[in-house]
């Protein structure tokens, strides 16, 4: 660490990695270090940006004892090749959703970060929200009841540009999937995270309705049983012009809420608390905004700080951070269980 600040190295400058520059530079307790990139423009533009030093490549970063810990924003299939390199290097990891495209690569990340000691967490910004906790805690209150239904939903745009942008984008190998396992999976980690259940997919259903030239699917849906015996749905697309904000219902016997990336824009309960509502005019989204976050015209850079604060809080205690790696597994394997069903079903 440097002046008590941990030095984070980023792996990856694509679309989301200014937003991770942002958040880092937003914290008191970490630093951008140095980046990686092959491109020497890049390299002259990020190191005068950020003050930062750039690296040809992976091996040469992992060299530099300023680097602390890394942060992995590559497409999704290669975080596992990255994270284990990282990993032997006794270097700290965060992995930008998802950490992998499959179960076992988890897995492998997981266990190798536990036999060397080191701290890997996965980026699900949206735990990190002030409406998220506050109906995270009303849950564990108990405050709804017994849990009947949980449900998610992101129905977004992507143009056929956005697939052709990137050789990577809607491939099986490096996208893992498409709708469910990209845009979606923060809504389906917030689903889980709220509801606080694993649960059973019973059905689902997938397909390629309105994008050429992609493996994986721009639409699909899925029927949820959770083990408390509550049921939930799951629907996205990236082919729904213009878009919504991502969505999660959690509603019960004693009460409802339904969350809309920062906002709250339900919270009624059978016994009302003192605080509601300030809560719901807290949370309220201004008058007349119907935009769609998952367009990625406002990026959350603000929740990602408090992610990289969480981070560079537990290497420094000792204690879990919010979504280690077992917890960035649970979305990953709800997603591929979903697709394994999907093969098994159609809905023509």
């Known amino acids: 660490m440097k002046n008590g600040k941990l030095g984070i190295g980023l792996i990856g400058l694509g679309v989301i990695a200014p937003t991770h520059a942002s958040a880092i530079c937003e914290t008191d307790c970490a630093y951008l270090a140095a980046v990686t990139t092959s491109d020497r423009e890049k390299q002259k533009l990020w190191s005068e940006k950020y003050s930062c030093r750039a690296y040809d490549n992976l091996e040469e970063m992992l060299e530099d004892e300023e680097v602390d810990a890394v942060a992995i924003t590559t497409p999704s299939g290669t975080h596992r090749e990255i994270a ?37 967490a996965t980026v699900f910004q949206s735990r990190f929200m002030d409406s998220t906790k ?17 449900d998610a939903s992101f129905k977004w745009y992507r143009s056929q540009a956005y697939y052709d942008s990137a050789a990577w984008r809607g491939t099986w190998n490096l996208d893992g999937g498409g709708v469910f396992m990209n845009q979606g999976i923060h809504a389906v980690d917030a689903l889980l995270y709220l509801a606080g259940e694993d649960p059973e997919v019973k059905s689902s259903f997938t397909a390629c309705l309105a994008h050429e030239d992609i493996e994986v699917e721009d639409a699909g849906a899925a029927i ?3 083990p408390s015996g509550a049921m939930g749905v799951i629907e996205g697309s990236t082919a729904a012009y213009p878009g919504s ?30 605080e509601d509502e300030e809560i719901r005019k807290r949370f ?44 960035g597994l649970r979305s990953v394997k709800l997603v591929t269980d979903i697709y394994k069903r999907a ?6």
Not at 134 to 150: C, D, M, N, S, Y
Not at 252 to 266: L, N, P, Q, R, Y
Not at 306 to 322: E, Q
Request: aromatic share 6%; with cysteine; net charge positive.
């Open 284 to 327: 309220a989204p201004p008058a007349g905004d119907n935009s769609s976050k998952g367009n990625g015209q406002r990026p959350h850079y603000h929740a990602h700080s408090r992610c990289y604060v969480d981070f560079v809080n537990a290497i420094k205690t000792g204690k879990k951070p919010l979504i280690d790696g077992q917890e």
């Open 134 to 150: 506050i109906i995270k805690e009303a849950v564990q209150k108990g405050r709804f009841g017994k849990l009947t239904l949980a």
């Open 84 to 120: 284990l390199k990282a990993i032997k290097a006794k270097k700290h990891v965060l992995v930008e959703k998802p950490l992998e495209i499959t179960v076992d690569r988890c897995l492998d990340m997981i266990r190798a970060a536990e036999e060397n000691h080191v701290v890997l």
């Open 224 to 226: 949820l049983c959770f």
């Open 343 to 348: 093969k098994e079903e159609s809905c023509t």
């Open 245 to 274: 904000r991502k969505r999660v219902e959690i509603r019960g016997t004693k009460g409802s809420a339904v969350w809309e990336d920062e906002f709250i824009t339900m919270w009624e309960f059978t016994d009302p608390a003192p």
